[in-house]
Nanobody, 124 residues
Framework: QVQLVESGGGLVQAGGSLRLSCAAS????????MGWFRQAPGKERDFVAG????????SYADSVKGRFTISRDNAKNTVYLQMSGLKPEDTAVYYC?????????????????WGQGAQVTVSS
């Protein structure tokens, strides 16, 4: 069992930056590939970024490439999402998720554990 807790969300103006953190507890964190997803009101939950257990490989949705950076610190059992150049369309609840097998994935069903979500609101 893995517990995930997101933090760092909030309200920011367009063009600003935020860093989300996801702290993990429970089973060994370092063996999991991790992902960030987001869900806007009335929309499906979409993939944002993923990172392998070693941190050696990352993947991003086209909509955030060049603006968002995913990273992890296995010593701290934490994964991060650095967001810059934020746009109003980035407004959503952001979730981190842990995937037990294989590398990164953009598919929600591949992830077994989920955090409770952190609200990010970008004003224009």
């Amino acid at each position: 069992q893995v517990q995930l807790v997101e933090s760092g969300g909030g309200l920011v103006q367009a063009g600003g930056s935020l860093r989300l953190s996801c702290a993990a507890s429970g089973r060994t964190f370092s063996v999991y590939a991790m992902g960030w997803f987001r869900q806007a009101p009335g929309k499906e939950r979409d993939f944002v970024a993923g990172i392998t257990w070693s941190g050696g490989r990352t993947s991003y949705a086209d909509s955030v490439k060049g603006r968002f950076t995913i990273s992890r610190d296995n010593a701290k059992n934490t994964v991060y999402l650095q967001m810059s150049g934020l746009k109003p369309e980035d407004t959503a609840v952001y979730y981190c998720a842990a995937k037990m097998i294989g590398g990164t994935s953009a598919i929600t069903y591949d992830y077994r554990y989920w955090g409770q979500g952190a609200q990010v609101t970008v004003s224009s």
